[in-house]
């Protein structure tokens, strides 16, 4: 089974610093990768994807993230943090093979500092 | 902007009670799932269903029950609520024709048992 790991439950930057959340999968083959967001008494929304093709993916919001296959990792980051921003966020990863199932990270909450 | 729809999205009611959780999507998706969220902790999904008539149980053991009698609607059932069902139930969605298709979330029902 294919595992997630956020380092970092919780990140504070302050407001126009850079936003780095870190993410690493567990997987003999690259899965395809998400990050969501969730703010308060929300659902999740999709940030942003890699499937296949370039390894720098850009979302939603000024967001980004690598795609690094021989770090296993899938960072997200913004160049300039946003109070807007302070949210919980989710890595997830699916089976290229089928996509039928999804392992998400345990989330890493971002608190911006104005 | 939800295309899919989770009602009540606020539910306290008593031990012993049955409940059922809506869930109700408009872009054709096969696939729909259903996560329990607590904080701190990674999604866990409980059930899922690749189409009408197909069910199944997900990596967490829950009580709950589920049908696919609509292509649309993925209802959860609980028979007789207990505190330890307290917690949040995230519906998603995701389609079929692609293997790469991210999962489209609702906004979630927050369930309290007392």
């Known amino acids: 089974a294919q595992s997630v790991t956020q380092l970092g439950s919780h990140v504070s930057v302050s407001e126009g610093a850079l936003v780095l959340l870190r993410c690493n999968y567990s997987?003999?083959?690259?899965?395809?990768l998400f990050w969501y967001v969730q703010y308060p008494n929300q659902g999740l929304q999709l940030l942003l994807k890699?499937?296949?093709?370039?390894?720098l993916v850009k979302g939603i919001n000024g967001f980004e993230a690598e795609f690094k296959k021989s770090e296993t990792s899938f960072h997200l980051t913004k160049p300039s943090a946003h109070m807007s921003d302070a949210a919980e966020y989710f890595c997830?990863?699916?089976?290229?093979?089928?996509?039928?199932?999804?392992?998400f990270g345990t989330g890493t909450s971002l608190t911006v500092i104005p | 902007e939800a295309d899919i729809y989770q009602t009540p999205r606020y539910l306290v009611i008593g031990t012993g009670k049955k409940i059922t959780l809506e869930c109700s999507q408009t872009?054709?998706?096969?696939?729909m799932y259903w996560y329990q969220q607590d904080p701190g902790m990674e999604l866990h999904l409980i059930h899922y269903?690749?189409?009408?008539?197909?069910?199944e149980k997900g990596d967490l053991s829950s009580e709950s029950t589920v049908s696919r009698i609509r292509t649309e609607h993925f209802p959860l059932t609980l028979e007789s609520a207990r505190p330890s069902h307290t917690s949040q139930y995230l519906c998603?969605?995701?389609?079929?024709?692609?293997?790469?298709?991210?999962?489209?979330f609702g906004n979630g029902t927050r369930l309290t048992v007392t």
């Open positions: 269903s690749y189409g009408v008539n197909s069910t």
């Open positions: 997830a990863v699916s089976d290229p093979d089928t996509g039928n199932q999804f392992y």
């Open positions: 890699y499937t296949t093709g370039a390894t």
């Open positions: 872009m054709g998706h096969d696939k």
């Open positions: 998603a969605s995701s389609a079929t024709d692609r293997t790469n298709s991210p999962l489209h």
């Open positions: 997987s003999s083959v690259p899965p395809y």
